[in-house]
């Protein structure tokens, strides 16, 4: 095994220490718990590394707030929670003002409840624009709610490598659109939608827009209010460090959410929950799209994510993640083409998120090899190598380590 | 204020000292978090009390599974916990053989997931029965199920110091009931409804009856595979001691998992989650009924409970439970009556759950009264002060200092 960077060119390990040397965010690695026995992390876009701050907070959470203040907790400070946090979120990642965000359900319910919200607000509209490259989760929803409800999906069928683009919107938009479903960041090729173009576009044909943030919340800069979007959706576990299976967080535009309702609808979203009578009331704001008893202890890694993400700056991250994804590009095409590597991202960084995927015929064999050596990116089907960058616990010395390892696994093990 | 139980009369203070000393499972008391300021929790019904154990489970799975595995502890240990936890629940608590419990979502999702799952299963049935003492979040799920899926719902109007009788619900049942959703412990009165006598009607009748066990999940025998029962569902925060929002678990009887999909077909519920191919495909089992991504980190204090719950058994902790109430109504009875104070419960040990309502005109301010004073039971409108007494982490001591506050609030202050 190579130790550090050793089966790197010269030149390209010595630039990832230069990058470190230079990176201002470099101190935030760590916040991050960081066990000896993983080399190289490179997944924090399936799972994001846990801060040492929730350790205590967990430990905090269960020892005072749960054991102490027990019920009376949920006035103290549970029952605001997911508006709170999702203000907090909506703040330092998505680019929302207060009032427009919360947090619960996983990721799959949360798409369920606001992809029927949208296409109760559009009754008389026929068809959904989605694409076939999506998220298995949000084209299984979309399946779902669409033949419940009558629909026709047009699917978009776009270029594995990149992703949908605006024409290809464009072209199957009309009158008889109800909703536009697109993930913001792809999640094989990490290419970025043009966000308010596809958004302005499906608003001059009438039709809502649900984006799915999952692989953007956290990395690239999204900007929610400034892109008029109606309603997204995303998960916690990935840039935003909530653990596995934290909740999810939903946004709908304030201008909205007087005419949307979900379908679930439980007592939390309720106008006046403790007066359980009949009848259900829809709360006025976001509460309403809270169904069940908020899940404090999934939250709690969360607050302390976007806490750092806020102190550390959007933009800060946004350029260190620009920057690890280049460098990987640079060693993909200088130390791995030779391999039979090719880079099934975009190469510019204006279009890519925080993640880079490099295909090759060998790829599942190689990512298990990593695997039994300690190095840990991702696997996606067909061929792909997902390495997920997560711009506060990733340095470049680590990415250097992963790279070096794949290529000398490429080079000599398969 | 009174010190202990000074404020009662003699004998009854030294009956609770005889029961403690009497009581088998006294030593578990020490295996909670138990802080100095709280006087006596009678709310366990609401939010059971954290197990030490699960500051320490925590601590584990932050550092270790989250932190130290990372991505890989999905393969080692976390996909099957939805189903694992849901087995051990199943045996130490439900009464339900392996392969028929899931845990994952709020209670008010999946009750919305089975809700729909069951009436999809009876096409041409146009009746749901239910009653208006039900929980708010059933009543809710199920105005806005029977809305959209075109269903009338059939309310019975029980007694509110009992609840639904067998009779009661023969009276509404015919070729037309589609559905049967009822509380197996009422969530105000905890009267025990009759499960296996009415899901036997409902089942002569061709219906199928959806059992909420949130009050009774880990209080009282819940026999689901003996009852015939087809779906249940509850919550795990209660006598199941999970934590703020902690995930709800499902049942559905292995007979029926074949004919029934449920309407969130998200990723996890897929047969091979991981092709990520197009079209769902449900999951043979149970695994069908999970949506998204499991909640992790919400389930680790509820597998410190089920642990528990097993060690003990169930049967000893429903005598304890029976002793509990037996013991407050005794004390309401003899020195609280007197004041007022009337016993809104069953008095037949055989048809009361794991709590007591005392009801009282003056009851709000008596309850407030009494969180001032560290003494916390629940407030249920109109007048209800419910004692929710968690078998494993409640004293006859402590309940009987809690009824001594109660007594002279009622007598001094009011």
């Not at 990176?23 to 997944?43: H, K, M, N, Q, T």
């Not at 269960?62 to 400070?77: F, K, T």
């Not at 990149?162 to 009309?174: D, H, T």
């Not at 044909?205 to 995303?234: E, F, I, K, P, R």
Request: proline share 7%; aromatic share 6%.
């Amino acid at each position: 095994m190579p130790s550090d960077a050793a089966a790197l060119p010269r030149e390209l390990a010595e630039l990832a220490t230069e990058l470190d040397a230079g990176d201002p965010l470099a101190a935030y690695r760590d916040e991050f718990i960081l066990p000896a026995g993983v080399i190289a992390y490179l997944d924090g876009n399936s799972l994001g590394r846990p801060l040492k701050a929730t350790r205590e907070r967990l430990a905090h959470l269960v020892e005072h707030e749960w054991g102490e203040r027990l019920i009376r907790a949920w006035d103290e400070a549970w029952m605001d929670r997911p508006l709170a946090l999702g203000d907090q979120l909506g703040r330092a990642v998505l680019g929302a003002a207060a009032g427009q965000v919360m947090i619960g359900d996983s990721t799959t319910v949360m798409l369920y409840k606001l992809t029927r919200a949208a296409l109760e607000a559009r009754p008389g509209r026929a068809e959904i624009i989605a694409d076939t490259e999506n998220f298995p989760t949000d084209r299984y929803i979309l399946d779902a709610v669409a033949r419940e409800s009558g629909r026709v999906i047009r699917w978009i069928e776009p270029d594995p490598a990149s992703g949908v683009r605006l024409a290809e919107v464009e072209a199957l938009l009309s009158e008889r659109t109800a909703l536009v479903l697109l993930s913001h960041v792809a999640y094989k090729s990490a290419y970025i939608a043009d966000l308010p173009g596809i958004t302005r576009a499906a608003h001059e044909s009438g039709a809502l827009v649900l984006w799915d943030l999952c692989h953007a919340a956290g990395a690239v800069d999204v900007a929610l209010d400034a892109g008029d979007v109606d309603l997204a959706a995303g998960c916690s576990y990935k840039f935003l460090n909530g653990g596995p299976g934290a909740p999810a967080f939903g946004y709908v535009a304030a201008r909205l959410q007087g005419e949307l309702t979900q379908p679930i609808s439980g007592w939390m979203g309720h106008a006046d929950p403790f007066a359980m009578g009949p009848g259900y009331v829809p709360a006025a704001g976001m509460r309403r799209f809270i169904s069940g008893t908020p899940p404090i202890l999934g939250m709690a890694p969360v607050q302390d994510m976007v806490r750092l993400i806020e102190k550390a700056g959007l933009p800060a991250i946004r350029a260190k993640s620009v920057a690890l994804t280049e460098y990987a590009i640079r060693v993909a095409d200088e130390a791995l083409a030779p391999l039979g590597v090719t880079v099934a991202s975009p190469r510019d960084p204006a279009v890519r998120g925080g993640h880079v995927t490099l295909d090759h015929p060998r790829m599942k064999e190689a990512v298990a090899e990593l695997w039994r050596r300690g190095v840990i990116p991702d696997f996606r089907p067909p061929r792909g190598l997902r390495a997920g960058l997560s711009p506060l616990s990733t340095s470049f010395a680590e990415l250097a380590t992963a790279l070096a390892h794949l290529r000398q696994v490429l080079t000599a093990d398969l």
